[in-house]
C-alpha cells in the first residue's frame, strides 16, 4: 500500500519561507504525478502545485505563482514545495497526493494522500 510522509510544515511570520517534503514509500512506478492541495478552515481542498513525468510544466494556482516551486526527485519518490514570501492566506493544511494518470491538479485525479501538515503564517 502506498504511503506518504509529509513534513516541513510550521509557524512562519510573514514574508518567511517554509520547505515542505513528502516521500512516498512501498511505491515503483516509474510514470505518476505528485502534487500539494491546502485547505483552509471553510473552504474547499484547492490544488495548489503539481508536478508529472512528462516534459510538461508544473501547475500553480494564481496566487502562489512566483513564490512557490514545487519539484521532484524520482529516486526516492519525493516531492517538495519550497514556499517563499509567505503571506497570512496561504494558511491552511497542506495535503500531498499521488496520482498514477497524470492528471490536471485536481482533487478527483488523485489517489493517494498523505496525513496533512499545518503551515501557519501569523505575525
Known amino acids: 500500500q502506498v504511503q506518504l510522509v509529509e513534513s516541513g510544515g510550521g509557524l512562519v511570520q510573514p514574508g518567511g519561507s517554509l520547505r515542505l517534503s513528502c516521500a512516498a514509500t512501498?511505491?515503483?512506478?516509474?510514470?505518476?504525478?505528485m502534487g500539494w492541495f491546502r485547505q483552509a478552515p471553510g473552504k474547499e481542498r484547492e490544488g495548489v502545485s503539481c508536478i508529472s513525468s512528462s516534459d510538461g510544466g508544473p501547475y500553480y494556482v494564481d496566487d502562489v505563482k512566483g513564490r512557490f516551486t514545487i519539484s521532484r526527485d524520482d529516486v526516492t519518490n519525493t516531492v517538495y514545495l519550497q514556499m517563499n514570501s509567505l503571506k497570512t492566506e496561504d494558511t491552511a493544511v497542506y495535503y500531498c497526493a499521488l496520482s498514477v494518470v497524470n492528471g490536471a491538479c485536481s482533487v478527483v485525479w488523485y489517489d493517494y494522500w498523505g496525513q496533512g501538515t499545518q503551515v501557519t503564517v501569523s505575525s
Open positions: 512501498e511505491f515503483t512506478n516509474d510514470y505518476y504525478s
